[in-house]
C-alpha cells in the first residue's frame, strides 16, 4: 500500500489542504465542549442570560466554520482519490500495452481486467477514506485526551480500560479479515474469467447444448464469491455494535464516576458534559480508525495484485541504440530458431532456418500444432526467440525499435480482430491517414469492395465490437484489406484465407501478387490450394522444417507434404 502512496505525488497540494483543513476543522469542534461547559458554569449557575447568548453564539459560528471546513476537506479528498484512480488506470493501461504475449498469459485478460478496474477502485476509495479518517481520527483522538485529561485527569483513567479492549477488537477482525480479503479478489477473478469466456464463446455454448453447464459453472463461482463476501460483512457487522457497546459502557462510567466527583466537589456539571462530548470525540476517532484499520487489507491486497503489473518488466524491450536497416527491401532471414513456451516440455519451433525475399511468396504449411502461427508471431516480435535470430534486412530484430519493425510489417492475424467504429476507421488502424482512394484500392484487392458497397453506408457503415454484424469471411477480407492499406514491405498472412471459399480465395491472391509484386509475402496455411502457386513451401512438421520447394518438388520429394496433398485432394488439388 506504501507504494501506492508514491502515485499521489501530484497532488501534494490538494493533500496539504486536506490536511490544514482538518486541522482546522478539529480545532472548531474541540473548542465546542468547552463553550457548552461555561455556558453552563458561568451563565446558567449565574443567570447570566447576554453571557449564555454571547457564547452560543460563537457554538454556532464554530460549528459553521467546522462544516464549511469539512465541506473543503471532502472537495479536495474527492478530486485526489478520482484524481489517482484516472492516473493509475491510465498506467496500468500504457504498461500492459508494452507487454508480450508471455506477460499477457502469465496474468491473464480476465485479470487484467479485474486488476484494472475492481482493484484501482478498491485503492481509491481507501485513499478517499484515509483523507478524510486517517487526518482527522488522530487530530481528533489526540485533541480530545489532551483537552479530556486538561478537565480532570482521574476521570480520564476510565480510558485505560477502554481503549485496551477496542485496540484487541481491532485486531482480532483485522487478523481475520486480511485473508478473506486476499481470497474475495482471487474470486473476483475467476468470476470476471468465467463471465467473459461465456459471453465471448456464446455461440458455441448454445451450440453445443450448454446452457445449463456454464449456468452451473457460474453459479458456483458466484456462490463462492457471495460466500466469502458475506463473511466479510459478517465481520464488520459483529464489530460495529461491539464498539458501540464499548462507547456506551464507557460512557456510563463516566456518567457514574463524574457524578460521584461531582457529589464530592470535585467537578462541575459543565465539566462532566464537556467531558463526556470528549470522550465521544475520543471513541468516535477510534472508531474511524477501526474503519480505516479494516477497509486497509482489503487496499493492501489490490495495491499488492496493482504492484504486481507495475513492477513486471515487458520481456521484449527496445534497444538502447536503433539500428540502421535498408528502408522498403523487406528481406526476412531466420537462422537456427529456437523458440519454447513459457512451462513447455519441449520447443515449439527448434533449428527454424530460411530465407523469405521480396517478389516472392513463401508459404508455411503442417499438420495442426506444427509451431507455425508461432513461427509467423516472433517475426514481429510478440514472442522473444530462445536460440537463434531472426533478422529483416540483415539486421536483427532484437535491435530493432519494436515501432520501427512493425511499421515494416502488415500482419492479419489468425482470428481477424475487428473494433466497434466504421468500416473506414478499421482499415485506417492500418494507416491513419488513409484518403477514401486508398481505403477502396485495398478493399478492391481485398475482394471486399462488392459487400461494402452493398451496405447504404458503404465504408461508413458501423461495425459492431469484434465485428460481430459480419460474416467469418468479411472479417476476414476486412482484416486483409487494413494490413494492404499499410503498403509494407513484409506481408504477414496467418491462415487468413480459411474463411473464403476456393473461388474467392483465387481472386484474392491473383489480386496480392499485383498489388504486393515487390514485397515479401509469408503466408500460413492449412489448405494446399492456397500454398500451391507460392515460389517457397516449407513444411512443417513438430517443429522442425521437414521440407523446402516449390509444390511440383515437394509433391515428388516430401513424404509428409504428400500426406498433406492426399488427405486434401478432392478435385480442387490434383497432382
Same mark, same amino acid.
Given at each position: 500500500?506504501?507504494?501506492?502512496?508514491?502515485?499521489?505525488?501530484?497532488?501534494?497540494?490538494?493533500?496539504?489542504?486536506?490536511?490544514?483543513?482538518?486541522?482546522?476543522?478539529?480545532?472548531?469542534?474541540?473548542?465546542?465542549?468547552?463553550?457548552?461547559?461555561?455556558?453552563?458554569?458561568?451563565?446558567?449557575?449565574?443567570?447570566?442570560?447576554?453571557?449564555?447568548?454571547?457564547?452560543?453564539?460563537?457554538?454556532?459560528?464554530?460549528?459553521?466554520?467546522?462544516?464549511?471546513?469539512?465541506?473543503?476537506?471532502?472537495?479536495?479528498?474527492?478530486?485526489?482519490?478520482?484524481?489517482?484512480?484516472?492516473?493509475?488506470?491510465?498506467?496500468?493501461?500504457?504498461?500492459?500495452?508494452?507487454?508480450?504475449?508471455?506477460?499477457?498469459?502469465?496474468?491473464?485478460?480476465?485479470?487484467?481486467?479485474?486488476?484494472?478496474?475492481?482493484?484501482?477502485?478498491?485503492?481509491?476509495?481507501?485513499?478517499?477514506?484515509?483523507?478524510?479518517?486517517?487526518?482527522?481520527?488522530?487530530?481528533?483522538?489526540?485533541?480530545?485526551?489532551?483537552?479530556?485529561?486538561?478537565?480532570?485527569?482521574?476521570?480520564?483513567?476510565?480510558?485505560?480500560?477502554?481503549?485496551?479492549?477496542?485496540?484487541?477488537?481491532?485486531?482480532?477482525?483485522?487478523?481475520?479479515?486480511?485473508?478473506?480479503?486476499?481470497?474475495?479478489?482471487?474470486?473476483?477473478?475467476?468470476?470476471?474469467?468465467?463471465?467473459?469466456?461465456?459471453?465471448?464463446?456464446?455461440?458455441?455454448?448454445?451450440?453445443?447444448?450448454?446452457?445449463?453447464?456454464?449456468?452451473?459453472?457460474?453459479?458456483?463461482?458466484?456462490?463462492?464469491?457471495?460466500?466469502?463476501?458475506?463473511?466479510?460483512?459478517?465481520?464488520?457487522?459483529?464489530?460495529?455494535?461491539?464498539?458501540?457497546?464499548?462507547?456506551?459502557?464507557?460512557?456510563?462510567?463516566?456518567?457514574?464516576?463524574?457524578?460521584?466527583?461531582?457529589?464530592?466537589?470535585?467537578?462541575?456539571?459543565?465539566?462532566?458534559?464537556?467531558?463526556?462530548?470528549?470522550?465521544?470525540?475520543?471513541?468516535?476517532?477510534?472508531?474511524?480508525?477501526?474503519?480505516?484499520?479494516?477497509?486497509?487489507?482489503?487496499?493492501?491486497?489490490?495495491?499488492?495484485?496493482?504492484?504486481?503489473?507495475?513492477?513486471?518488466?515487458?520481456?521484449?524491450?527496445?534497444?538502447?541504440? =536503433?539500428? $540502421?536497416?535498408?528502408?522498403?527491401? @523487406?528481406? +526476412?532471414?531466420? #537462422?537456427?530458431?529456437? /523458440?519454447?513456451?513459457?512451462? *513447455? !516440455?519441449?520447443?515449439?519451433?527448434?533449428?527454424?532456418?530460411?530465407?523469405?525475399?521480396?517478389?516472392?511468396?513463401?508459404?508455411?504449411?503442417?499438420?495442426?500444432?506444427?509451431?507455425?502461427?508461432?513461427?509467423?508471431?516472433?517475426?514481429?516480435?510478440?514472442?522473444?526467440?530462445?536460440?537463434?535470430?531472426?533478422?529483416?534486412?540483415?539486421?536483427?530484430?532484437?535491435?530493432?525499435? =519494436?515501432? $520501427?519493425?512493425?511499421?515494416?510489417? @502488415?500482419? +492479419?492475424?489468425? #482470428?481477424?480482430?475487428? /473494433?466497434?467504429?466504421?468500416? *473506414? !476507421?478499421?482499415?485506417?488502424?492500418?494507416?491513419?491517414?488513409?484518403?477514401?482512394?486508398?481505403?477502396?484500392?485495398?478493399?478492391?484487392?481485398?475482394?471486399?469492395?462488392?459487400?461494402?458497397?452493398?451496405?447504404?453506408?458503404?465504408?461508413?457503415?458501423?461495425?459492431?465490437?469484434?465485428?460481430?454484424?459480419?460474416?467469418?469471411?468479411?472479417?476476414?477480407?476486412?482484416?486483409?484489406?487494413?494490413?494492404?492499406?499499410?503498403?509494407?514491405?513484409?506481408?504477414?498472412?496467418?491462415?487468413?484465407?480459411?474463411?473464403?471459399?476456393?473461388?474467392?480465395?483465387?481472386?484474392?491472391?491473383?489480386?496480392?501478387?499485383?498489388?504486393?509484386?515487390?514485397?515479401?509475402?509469408?503466408?500460413?496455411?492449412?489448405?494446399?490450394?492456397?500454398?500451391?502457386?507460392?515460389?517457397?513451401?516449407?513444411?512443417?512438421?513438430?517443429?522442425?522444417?521437414?521440407?523446402?520447394?516449390?509444390?511440383?518438388?515437394?509433391?515428388?520429394?516430401?513424404?509428409?507434404?504428400?500426406?498433406?496433398?492426399?488427405?486434401?485432394?478432392?478435385?480442387?488439388?490434383?497432382?
Amino acid at each position: 500500500m506504501l507504494q501506492m502512496l508514491k502515485h499521489l505525488k501530484p497532488y501534494k497540494w490538494q493533500l496539504t489542504w486536506v490536511f490544514l483543513f482538518s486541522l482546522a476543522a478539529i480545532l472548531f469542534e474541540l473548542y465546542l465542549p468547552t463553550l457548552m461547559a461555561d455556558i453552563v458554569d458561568v451563565g446558567i449557575v449565574n443567570q447570566d442570560v447576554p453571557f449564555i447568548l454571547k457564547t452560543g453564539g460563537w457554538m454556532l459560528l464554530c460549528s459553521l466554520m467546522a462544516i464549511l471546513l469539512m465541506v473543503g476537506v471532502s472537495y479536495f479528498a474527492s478530486r485526489v482519490s478520482l484524481g489517482f484512480g484516472r492516473d493509475m488506470r491510465r498506467k496500468l493501461f500504457v504498461h500492459i500495452e508494452h507487454f508480450s504475449l508471455q506477460e499477457y498469459e502469465k496474468f491473464g485478460s480476465a485479470s487484467l481486467i479485474t486488476r484494472t478496474t475492481n482493484d484501482v477502485k478498491v485503492v481509491q476509495d481507501v485513499i478517499n477514506m484515509m483523507q478524510r479518517m486517517m487526518t482527522r481520527a488522530p487530530l481528533m483522538l489526540a485533541g480530545g485526551v489532551l483537552l479530556a485529561v486538561s478537565r480532570d485527569s482521574q476521570l480520564s483513567l476510565v480510558f485505560l480500560a477502554a481503549l485496551p479492549v477496542l485496540a484487541l477488537v481491532i485486531f482480532i477482525v483485522a487478523r481475520k479479515a486480511i485473508p478473506l480479503f486476499s481470497a474475495l479478489q482471487k474470486k473476483t477473478d475467476r468470476l470476471t474469467l468465467i463471465l467473459r469466456e461465456v459471453l465471448t464463446g456464446i455461440r458455441v455454448v448454445r451450440a453445443f447444448n450448454r446452457v445449463e453447464f456454464e449456468r452451473s459453472r457460474f453459479n458456483v463461482a458466484n456462490e463462492d464469491f457471495c460466500d466469502t463476501g458475506i463473511k466479510v460483512g459478517k465481520l464488520m457487522a459483529l464489530m460495529f455494535p461491539i464498539m458501540l457497546i464499548i462507547m456506551n459502557f464507557t460512557n456510563i462510567a463516566i456518567v457514574w464516576f463524574g457524578a460521584i466527583r461531582i457529589d464530592q466537589g470535585d467537578m462541575q456539571v459543565g465539566n462532566l458534559m464537556a467531558f463526556i462530548q470528549y470522550a465521544g470525540m475520543i471513541l468516535m476517532s477510534l472508531i474511524m480508525l477501526s474503519m480505516a484499520f479494516i477497509m486497509i487489507p482489503r487496499a493492501q491486497v489490490s495495491a499488492k495484485r496493482l504492484n504486481e503489473v507495475l513492477a513486471t518488466n515487458p520481456m521484449i524491450q527496445d534497444p538502447e541504440k =536503433q539500428a $540502421t536497416t535498408n528502408h522498403g527491401r @523487406g528481406v +526476412v532471414d531466420f #537462422k537456427g530458431v529456437t /523458440f519454447r513456451y513459457e512451462g *513447455a !516440455e519441449k520447443p515449439v519451433l527448434e533449428g527454424i532456418s530460411f530465407t523469405a525475399s521480396p517478389g516472392e511468396t513463401t508459404a508455411i504449411i503442417g499438420s495442426t500444432g506444427a509451431g507455425k502461427s508461432t513461427l509467423l508471431q516472433l517475426i514481429p516480435r510478440f514472442y522473444e526467440t530462445d536460440n537463434g535470430a531472426i533478422l529483416i534486412d540483415g539486421v536483427n530484430v532484437k535491435d530493432m525499435q =519494436q515501432s $520501427t519493425l512493425r511499421g515494416k510489417i @502488415g500482419y +492479419v492475424p489468425q #482470428k481477424a480482430s475487428l /473494433f466497434s467504429g466504421t468500416i *473506414a !476507421e478499421n482499415i485506417r488502424y492500418g494507416k491513419e491517414d488513409a484518403t477514401e482512394g486508398e481505403i477502396y484500392s485495398a478493399l478492391e484487392t481485398a475482394q471486399a469492395i462488392e459487400f461494402v458497397e452493398k451496405k447504404e453506408q458503404g465504408i461508413n457503415s458501423s461495425i459492431e465490437q469484434a465485428g460481430a454484424n459480419l460474416s467469418g469471411g468479411q472479417k476476414q477480407r476486412l482484416a486483409i484489406a487494413r494490413a494492404l492499406v499499410r503498403k509494407p514491405a513484409i506481408y504477414l498472412f496467418d491462415d487468413s484465407f480459411s474463411a473464403l471459399d476456393y473461388k474467392t480465395d483465387s481472386k484474392l491472391r491473383n489480386a496480392l501478387k499485383t498489388e504486393t509484386s515487390g514485397a515479401t509475402i509469408i503466408i500460413v496455411a492449412q489448405r494446399v490450394n492456397t500454398v500451391k502457386d507460392a515460389e517457397k513451401i516449407i513444411v512443417l512438421n513438430e517443429g522442425e522444417i521437414v521440407g523446402i520447394g516449390t509444390h511440383e518438388e515437394l509433391l515428388k520429394e516430401n513424404t509428409i507434404y504428400q500426406e498433406i496433398v492426399a488427405s486434401q485432394e478432392n478435385g480442387e488439388v490434383s497432382a
